[in-house]
């Protein structure tokens, strides 16, 4: 069950109509009280001599008594939803439902003949609406402080009591959600997307590109939307918001999103201090390719969030979604609507508590802002060596989140990794059925020597991988590791060295692509001339950048 207590208002008669009425979209069935704080309260859905009118006055009576001394916006309403795999409760039942919620915050608590008067209004078969008065008996206002939480946790209780479904707890870092305002004007505009998650969408991934905040500033605004930077006096950032150039208000002027706002960890201080990081940290000297190095550092996450401490781990999974979130922008068009639906949901996975340690996971960081400037692979089989990386590092996180109970970030790296799965399952097609005919090109001698290693190097997985389609992937994969030098069995042993092979759809595969990151197998042929910037990407006119952020 999930409870939602919108902002006070202070016309109850309103939302009673609203509760009353055929709801936005004639969802509203048989409105009708199921409970209410003496069971006396008239019932326009039921009782056809009551009126709404009458409904409202009763509930108004203290307010109206406790005059200038009643809080403004004194109507206190929270709706209860269940789960749509839970059973079909009883009227008596959301009766019950609605007294544990109202004694648990403080509105109505059980035995206090002052409690604040009350209705459960019940229009559908999943969900109540609770509308209180927030004026006591004694005319004083309830005690309510913290009602979210304690509303929650009555709902586990709840759960558990009447055999509904457990429902996935935050911990209070999960981004705010679009408001039904912002859904309907998004519907009304013809918009797949609200203001609110284009532009969390925007601010991200100029984040993963960026290198420094002032690179940051001009990457957003060179995605399209508008940026207002806020100094203090001394001249430091304070701040920055933004706006899409299309969405207005009735005024006709931008509506504009803090960073705070689109999500916790898109607030200036902790943009920065990834930033900052990244770009004081001494730089590592190598010729690597980047794709190469982003597909060797993500490799080891799943070692990192096995055995570094959490800040170490969660600064992995931070780094983790910049990658996510840098994908789409590089990948090929195909591939694209998975990378964002897995971004999208990973989104969710990249917080909690835990406060990272962001130096921890500057290799992989500087990896992802590389890929973005340079060429993509045109080798499918590095692309594919990536993605799979990925989906292991998620699945990973998946684990490191559940065994923490971080139970809403499991789901959402659950969710990615299905996403994942897809898009490594499209890319990796190709290149596997040229590494599966090699294989089966080799000669029966070199076939026995490969299998023989096999066995010698993981003899409790040899029969389960001998018996996969992607064998002989694997087999030719072992035959150019020794080509190039390297001892077979090692890299096996090295492979699966503390790395876990039970969550893998095919283990040849996995081994496969480990393989290739680990002896570089893939060649991978891209030039050394800079790419052209994307339009996320490109630089924007300074002097209009700074006219932006003023105004």
């Known amino acids: 069950m ?34 209410s704080w003496d069971d006396f309260a008239p019932d326009p859905g039921r009782d056809p001599d009551a009126t709404l009118a009458q409904l409202a006055d009763v509930l108004d009576l203290r307010v109206k008594q406790a005059g200038h001394k009643a809080p403004k916006n004194h109507i206190w309403h929270c709706s209860v939803r269940a789960a749509p795999e839970d059973r079909h409760m009883s009227d008596e039942e959301w009766a019950a439902v609605a007294r544990r919620v109202l004694d648990a915050t403080g509105i109505a608590p059980a035995g206090d003949p002052d409690a604040c008067r009350w209705v459960a209004v019940r229009h559908a078969a999943d969900h109540i609406h609770i509308v209180a008065t927030k004026v006591r008996g004694d005319l004083r206002p309830p005690r309510n402080w913290n009602d979210f939480l304690r509303a929650d946790k009555e709902l586990v ?54 290198t420094t905040t002032e690179e940051f500033f001009r990457l957003v605004e060179g995605a399209g939307a508008l940026i207002d930077v806020q100094y203090f006096p001394s001249g430091d950032v304070r701040g920055y918001k933004v706006a899409l150039d299309d969405d207005t208000n009735a005024q006709g002027e931008p509506v504009w999103f803090s960073g705070s706002t689109l999500a916790p960890d898109l607030s200036y201080p ?24 982003l597909a060797i550092a993500i490799d080891r996450t799943p070692d990192h969030l096995a055995h570094d ?28 609507p998975q990378l964002v639906q897995a971004a999208a949901v990973f989104e969710r996975a990249a917080r909690s508590r835990i406060r990272a340690q962001h130096q921890a996971a500057l290799a992989t960081r500087r990896a992802v802002k590389a890929i973005l400037r340079e060429p993509a692979p045109k080798d499918g089989a590095i692309l594919a ?8 590092a998620v699945i990973a996180t998946q684990h490191w989140h ?34 599966r005919q090699r294989g089966t090109r080799l000669a029966e001698s070199l076939r026995r020597r490969q299998e023989f290693t096999l066995r010698r190097a993981l003899p409790e997985l040899a029969d389960q991988i001998l018996a996969e389609p992607g064998w002989p992937a694997l087999a030719a994969t072992l035959d150019r590791a020794e080509a190039a030098g390297h001892k077979p069995a090692a890299l096996l042993t090295e492979a699966t060295a503390r790395r876990e092979t039970d969550t893998a759809t095919s283990v040849s595969e996995v081994l496969t692509w480990r393989l290739h990151r680990l002896a570089d197998l893939t060649a991978i042929t891209t030039s050394r001339a800079p790419a052209p910037p994307s339009a996320a990407h490109r630089p924007t006119n300074t002097a209009t950048s700074q006219q932006r952020r003023t105004r």
């Open 385 to 392: 060596a990536v993605l799979d990386a990925l989906l292991l």
């Open 270 to 293: 902790k943009i920065a201090s990834r930033l900052t990081a990244t770009e004081t940290a001494p730089m590592e000297r190598t010729i690597a390719p980047a794709w190469r190095r």
């Open 2 to 35: 999930i409870a939602n207590i919108v902002k006070p208002g202070h016309k109850t008669r309103g939302v009673l109509n609203y509760l009353y009425g055929p709801g936005r979209a004639n969802e509203h069935t048989d409105p009708h009280l199921v409970a």
């Open 157 to 210: 209780a709840i759960e558990k009591e009447y055999g509904l479904r457990q429902v996935p707890r935050g911990d209070r870092t999960a981004a705010k959600r679009p408001t039904r305002g912002e859904q309907e004007k998004a519907r009304r505009t013809g918009n797949a997307r609200t203001s609110r998650e284009h532009l969390r969408t925007i601010v991200r991934t100029a984040v993963a590109a960026a």
């Open 309 to 336: 401490k959490d800040e170490a781990g969660q600064a992995h999974i931070t780094v983790l979604a910049e990658a996510l979130d840098a994908l789409p922008v590089v990948a090929p068009a195909s591939l694209q």
């Open 402 to 435: 559940r065994t923490r109970n971080h139970h809403q970030q499991a789901e959402a790296a659950r969710q990615a990794a299905a996403h994942l799965r897809a898009a490594y399952q499209a890319q990796a097609t190709e290149p596997l059925a040229a590494l």
